[in-house]
């Protein structure tokens, strides 16, 4: 298996742009992991899905932030508007059997906010 | 969830045993500790858990004390691969409610040539 792919490795944009960041996770994995990481404020889960659908969302900043998770294979991180304090690494994690479980974790994205 | 306590940084030559401890004292029964660790610019890895009896697999060593508030990963022959901040995390495996992975801020291993 090719574990957990994320896409873009590398996001530069600017101020109120819209960023889209991709996961695939690994095949049979029912739950997905969105996480963000800065020198602040260290790893943070933003949000998870169970079979597609989203379980718990209270780590997601804001309104400007949203996942979706349309089939077992792929979901997407978009924010809209983009903000400087958004630069960050996001990664992308999966595991089988829940939260607890083991997860796998992508290469991540880091996304700069100019 | 129960607290870990992790020096924030540690050294360890190379070809030697890494010791990482771990303090957990208000871990619960049904708490397990989970060790992860994050190379630089990777994403973390998954590497050993345990609930009280000590584990190995071929990454590494994880021994946990008799009264489980306290705990050990050991790495038992660390490269210059080994460098990277490793996270000590407890958690209990029920996926009843909102239950999450929560990591602090682990302890930075650089291994010495």
């Known amino acids: 298996d090719a574990g957990v792919i994320q896409s873009p490795r590398h996001e530069v944009t600017e101020m109120g742009q819209e960023v889209t960041l991709r996961c695939k996770p690994i095949s049979g994995h029912d739950y997905l992991f969105w996480y963000r990481q800065t020198m602040m404020r260290g790893l943070e889960l933003l949000i998870y899905?169970?079979?597609?659908?989203?379980?718990?969302d209270s780590g997601m900043p804001e309104d400007r932030f949203s996942a979706k998770m349309p089939n077992a294979s792929f979901s997407t991180l978009k924010i809209q508007p983009s903000e400087p304090r958004d630069s960050a690494v996001y990664f992308c994690?999966?595991?089988?059997?829940?939260?607890?479980?083991?997860?796998?974790f992508g290469p991540g994205t880091r996304l700069t906010v100019l | 969830d129960a607290k870990t306590t992790q020096p924030t940084s540690m050294d360890c030559a190379e070809g030697r045993a890494a010791n990482l401890p771990c303090n957990h004292s208000t871990i619960s029964g049904n708490e397990y500790v989970y060790w992860y660790r994050q190379i630089h610019s990777q994403g973390p890895q998954y590497i050993i858990h345990?609930?009280?009896n000590n584990e190995t697999n071929e990454m590494a060593s994880l021994i946990i004390t008799e009264d489980r508030k306290s705990s050990t990963l050991i790495l038992p022959h660390a490269t210059l691969r080994d460098t990277a901040v490793y996270y000590c995390i407890v958690r209990s495996r029920s996926n009843f409610g909102n239950e999450k992975l929560t990591f602090g801020t682990g302890t930075r291993l650089t291994i010495i040539p």
């Open positions: 994690a999966s595991s089988l059997e829940g939260p607890t479980d083991t997860q796998y």
């Open positions: 345990g609930l009280k």
């Open positions: 899905f169970n079979n597609n659908v989203p379980i718990d």
